[in-house]
């Protein structure tokens, strides 16, 4: 059965700084990792998607990174800004759909000004 | 055009009571989902649904059903609501060779 561990579980840095948001999941047999935003009170929204050929993914300030031999997964995020503040989660796709996403906890991420 | 829209947004009610949270997708995916959010945040898969197949999973207590009437909506009906289950419950969907899943805005669930 997948497990996916977020680390940290909650972030504090202050703006402009470059960030490192991780992932660690058991099984290695994957169909890709996604990584949402959460906003309070809201629902997610997809970042980036890596499917399981797939070394990274850009877009914008972000970059996901995947190695499945060691069960790992990095969200960086380049010149943080109060915008970004919000829970990111991290989730494995193991069954290509037919399972549904299995979660990470979550790392709440705040940005001070 | 919102692409998974859930009704209600929030939802009160009583011990004991039946309830039913509908979902619907406009973007013409074949496979649906309900998830739940505990107090926790923690995020769980409950159901999967394509093409009339449903996977359950095992830990979803059978007073928790899916219904679908066509391919763009899955209700959730619940039946008999106990103080556990309130809790934030979301619908997405997935298309056929595409992975990401878009998720609905969510049904926050009260049990009193």
């Known amino acids: 059965k997948q497990e996916v561990t977020q680390i940290p579980a909650a972030l504090s840095v202050p703006e402009g700084e470059n960030l490192v948001l991780n992932c660690s999941f058991t099984d290695s047999a994957i169909y890709n990792l996604q990584w949402f935003r959460q906003d309070p009170g809201k629902g997610l929204t997809s970042l980036l998607l890596i499917q399981s050929s797939q070394r990274e993914q850009t877009s914008g300030r972000l970059n996901a990174s995947l190695d499945k031999s060691s069960g790992r997964s990095t969200l960086y995020i380049a010149a943080s800004q109060p915008g970004d503040s919000a829970t990111y989660l991290c989730a494995s796709d193991s069954g290509g759909g037919a399972d549904g996403l299995t979660f990470g906890k979550g790392t709440h991420l705040i940005i001070q000004p | 055009d919102t692409a998974v829209s859930q009704t209600p947004k929030y939802l009160v009610t009583q011990m004991g009571n039946d309830k039913s949270i509908k979902c619907e997708q406009n973007?013409?995916?074949?496979?649906m989902y309900w998830y739940k959010q505990d107090s926790k945040k923690f995020l769980k898969i409950m159901f999967s649904?394509?093409?009339?197949?449903?996977?359950i999973n095992e830990t979803v207590p059978n007073r928790f059903s899916p219904k679908s009437p066509d391919k763009a909506h899955l209700n959730l009906h619940i039946n008999s609501l106990e103080l556990g289950d309130s809790a934030v419950y979301f619908c997405a969907s997935i298309g056929q060779g595409l992975g990401t899943q878009y998720f609905g805005p969510g049904t926050r669930l009260l049990v009193l």
């Open positions: 649904y394509n093409n009339k197949e449903l996977i």
């Open positions: 973007l013409g995916h074949d496979t």
